[in-house]
């Protein structure tokens, strides 16, 4: 079974930039896509960006264009997500997770959630 685990958050100021990862250890990705989504208190878990591992084309929310970029090492077994421009309402957990389904931006398709990292845009 893949294991996913984040790393990478913190506390950022407005306008910074960060770059959480998600590693998986047991299997490997190369036959799903895998996502990043966010969550705050209270929120349903936002779908962000994600990328087919195999062919490395991704897909983003709206409020991610622009700003994020989503990657992965074939090598490391590792994926990215690289945050630019931060803002306050970025501040969420942010959760790694796989799928089957290419283009998929709903959660209910996503699976072996990671136990999410924290970040925080301060203003």
């Known amino acids: 079974q893949e294991r996913l685990a984040e790393s990478g958050g913190g506390l950022v100021q407005a306008g910074g930039s960060l770059r959480p990862s998600c590693a998986a250890s047991g299997h490997t990705f190369s036959s799903y896509a895998m996502g990043w989504f966010r969550q705050v208190p209270g929120k349903e878990r936002e779908f962000v960006a994600a990328i087919s591992w195999r062919v490395g084309t991704p897909w983003y929310a709206d409020s991610a264009k622009g700003r994020f970029t989503i990657s992965r090492d074939n090598a490391k077994n590792r994926g990215y997500l690289q945050m630019n421009s931060l803002k306050p309402e970025d501040t969420a957990i942010y959760y790694c997770?796989?799928?089957?389904?290419?283009?998929?931006?709903?959660?209910?398709?996503?699976?072996?959630w990671g136990q999410g990292t924290q970040v925080t845009v301060s203003s």
């Open positions: 997770a796989v799928t089957v389904i290419m283009g998929s931006t709903s959660s209910f398709d996503y699976a072996d």
